[in-house]
Each structure stands twice: as C-alpha cells, then as structure tokens.
C-alpha cells in the first residue's frame, strides 16, 4: 500500500510547491531591483492590504466552523477593537492581533 502512495504523494507536493517556489525566488530577485519610492512597490503593497482587508471581511461576513456560531455583532466588536489597539499601541501589529484575539475568545467564553 506505501508503494502505491508515496509517488502520488510526491507528485502532490511538488505541483503544489514548484509554483509557490517559483512565485517566491520571482520575488525575491525583484526585489532588489525596486525602490521604496517606486510605483510598482506602492501597486505591491496596495495589493497585499488588499488581499488582508478581503480575508478579514469574509472572515467577518462569512465565516466557517466554530467562528460562524458567533454573533456577526461580537466579530465585528472584536476587529474594532483590534483596530483600537493597533492606533493606540503606534501601530503595533502585534498588540492589535493579540488584543482582537482577546475580546473574541472572551465574549465567545461569556456568550457560549
């Protein structure tokens, strides 16, 4: 039965991660060619806060598992206070995440 599985499970592996490698070397050679003041490193990271503010409103509006049993109001309360944090804290990313993490697990243990 191993015989039969470890080709296929190689063959995952490596269509899954030959183009994340090629993505992340194309990346990594351009960066050392782009300037903090170009307009290609502004499309970069427009697109990249693009792509966290999408995750963060499906995680909001549609959520999945145990986070879908919660209310819509106490997710939305926990990223507010999250955002709260990061302005407070000078925009510590970490203080934010660890401080929306907080107020959900919290009003998730009082409401369940």
Do not use: H, N
């Not at 592996?13 to 307009?39: I, K």
């Amino acid at each position: 039965m191993t015989e039969t599985i470890l080709p296929s499970f190689l063959v995952i592996l490596l269509a899954a991660a030959l183009p994340t490698a090629v993505c992340r070397w194309a990346g990594v050679f351009a960066a050392g060619y782009l300037r903090e003041d170009s307009p290609w490193f502004d499309w970069v990271r427009a697109v990249a806060t693009a792509l966290i503010a999408a995750v963060i409103a499906k995680l909001l509006v549609f959520p999945t598992g145990a986070l879908a049993d919660l209310p819509l109001l106490i997710r939305v309360g926990s990223v507010a206070i999250g955002a709260l944090a990061f302005l407070v804290s000078r925009r510590s990313i970490l203080a934010a995440v660890a401080s929306a993490e907080v107020a959900l697990l919290l009003s998730a243990y009082l409401t369940l």
